[in-house]
């Protein structure tokens, strides 16, 4: 199974990640490699399995819906690499 | 006799007996780090003044004849995708090179309240992407053993710490293998308890459906003690389940009656035969210890590698979404906000990160989602139904831990899938949520050999008999 490095770029772009022309050459021959290995799994007829999510027989856990303090709100917002009167500033969704 | 090297459960007792003092454990650490750190780069950041503050205060509940918990004084290092509140988390990642975590993980709450002390925080491969702690932004760790060999990943920097006796014991994190394989590597003890044991909350989420918090002890016993320190329902993660812990008064070393799996599916083509010899030697050990040896099969493990490079890719590029440079972390110049996303991770992650983070992606897109993720899940079931049927005939499985031991730095870095196969012994243990633990069981050409044991869910007392049992025989 190989991919092309158009549907690389169309990964990338879907993952946000800015790669070079260069770069997706290099992914698609890796990623390539890494789809081959999974044709082994096609051996195997899965058409009656239920696909497993969760390793033991966990469902639904819930809690109330209840809001509380966290109290590290200053502490959380001077992680953040812009601030603007308490609010996290971030770039203009359209250039000006 | 130096400090730095003894285990926690010898500390304790000389602390308790006042051989010496919290502080003089914690200063033969520190010399410790400042001697080797150079040559190994096993922490990221360390957390001297406020280690010293805090065994102090240990001492000083000691000279007034107080009582100590058995963690109490004792230096731990943990793993930088851990959150200490305060303290950088990087994670390996430039992207959180500015990183300072705004609040403690369940398992460094649980570990301080009991009074250990926090030496640093722990190198590892990028988001503990990588078997052979190269991949980290902050320079590759070193095997203590050969520097010219890697110490194995994820958590290379916590498994190193212990092996170079730069700390008493350390916490990692274990997604694939990435507590036991550098314990392997390294000759050490590395542990991952069972799925829904130990609480996840402010470990950072690589693939939440495999992650589990582990520990690199220099012995079986350690991990025992650190396990029942960290483990129990938290309410931050709903994954975990209200279970008895209670672990070491109950250890039988005694193996005999112990039914041990041998599958035959773990010794493949390929493993390094002096690697295989040992582990063989092993298990005619624990034979002639007493332990009844069953051979069994796990058809469909071999399929574990395939299936966990599919969903746990997947549950990356989700999990990684996050880290877009707005709340927290690196940031990029940049004219308008996708732009500043695009461009914030092209400069944040590392090469490893993104190809998983597109292969996730990829698995997941419209059109392939059924032929790679669904499938996966189904292969996911298929294999913890073959453990569960040969836990129906033994009481825990053997196997190597890794099929080599550890390569040179460099020597894999190049090539992706092969560096995967580093983990094929691992893996099934994260894809069927079992717990399993890695110990030394000798060395090949110098290098040390780990040999793994799993057991059921939750029977975390059968795996640590058999450790302790089987670590006996091979002192």
């Known amino acids: ?19 070079t022309e260069a770069e997706m050459e290099k992914y698609a021959e890796e990623i390539s490699a890494i789809l081959d290995y999974f044709t082994q799994l096609q051996e195997l007829d899965t058409a009656a399995i239920e696909p497993l999510a969760q390793v033991f027989d966990l469902q639904n856990v819930t809690r109330e819906d209840k809001s509380s303090k966290s109290g590290n709100r200053n502490r959380i917002l001077a992680e953040a690499p812009e601030l603007a009167d308490k609010q996290i500033k971030v770039p203009p969704v359209f250039e000006k | ?92 990642s430039k992207i959180l090179s500015t990183y300072v975590a705004t609040y403690n993980a369940t398992v460094v709450d649980k570990l301080k309240k009991q009074g250990a002390i926090i030496l640093g925080k722990t190198n590892m491969d990028e988001f503990a992407m990588g078997s052979s702690g190269e991949t980290s932004f902050y320079g590759p760790t070193k095997n203590p053993v050969d520097i010219d060999r890697v110490p194995g990943g994820s958590s290379s920097g916590s498994t190193v710490a212990v092996a170079a006796n730069e700390t008493i014991f350390a916490i990692g994190s274990d997604t694939g293998g990435s507590v036991r394989q550098p314990a392997s590597f390294c000759g050490v003890v590395g542990f991952k308890p069972t ?71 773990y010794f ?31 058809p469909r493990a071999k399929y574990a590698l395939a299936i966990y490079y599919i969903l746990m890719p997947a549950e990356v590029s989700a999990n990684l979404a996050r880290f877009d ?50 499938k996966g899940q189904q ?26 031991t550890a390569f040179r730095l460099g020597e894999k870095f190049g090539d992706p899938l092969t560096m995967y196969l580093a983990d094929v012994f691992t893996i099934s243990a994260n894809v069927a949520g079992l717990p399993a633990i890695s110990i030394p069981a000798g060395t090949v050409n110098g290098l040390p050999v780990g040999v793994q044991f799993m057991a059921r869910h939750f029977d975390e007392q059968t795996l640590f008999n058999a450790a302790a049992g089987a670590e006996a025989l091979l002192q």
């Open chain 2, 1 to 92: 006799m130096k400090l730095n090297t003894l285990t926690i459960h010898e500390a304790h007792e000389g602390l308790k007996r006042g051989d010496f003092a919290a502080t003089d454990l914690t200063r033969a650490c520190f010399e410790t780090i400042h001697e080797k750190e150079k040559e190994l780069n096993a922490f990221i950041t360390l957390t001297e003044d406020a280690a010293f503050e805090a065994a102090e205060k240990v001492d000083k509940k000691l000279r007034s004849d107080k009582k100590i918990n058995l963690l109490e004084g004792i230096p731990f290092g943990v793993k930088d995708n851990i959150l200490v509140q305060g303290v950088k988390a990087t994670a390996g």
């Open chain 2, 325 to 374: 440079g707005v709340r927290y972390g690196h940031r990029a110049e940049a004219g308008n906000l996708l732009e500043m996303y695009m461009k914030t991770r092209r400069e944040g992650f590392g090469d490893e990160v993104r190809r998983r983070i597109m292969l996730g992606t990829y698995v997941l897109s419209s059109g392939y989602c059924d032929a790679y993720y669904k």
């Open chain 2, 195 to 265: 799925y829904g044991r130990v609480s996840r909350h402010g470990l950072m989420a690589m693939a939440s459906s495999f992650d589990q918090v582990g520990m690199l002890t220099k012995d079986v016993l350690d991990a025992a003690h650190v396990f029942e320190a960290i483990a129990g329902q938290d309410k931050m993660d709903s994954t975990t389940v209200k279970k008895k812990t209670a672990i070491v008064k109950n250890i039988k070393s005694d193996l005999r009656g112990l039914r041990v799996g041998v599958p035959k599916e």
């Open chain 2, 379 to 404: 292969v996911r079931r298929l294999i913890k139904e073959d453990f569960d049927r040969a836990f129906e005939k033994v009481d825990c499985v053997i196997s190597p831990t890794a099929p080599t």
């Open chain 1, 1 to 19: 199974m190989a991919i092309s490095t158009r549907q690389v770029e169309h990964l990338a772009d879907l993952a946000h990640l800015d790669i």
């Open chain 2, 268 to 298: 493949i083509k390929g493993m390094d035969e002096d690697v295989e010899k040992l582990v063989r030697q092993t298990i005619e050990k624990i034979k002639s210890a007493g332990a009844t040896i069953v051979d069994i099969s796990l």
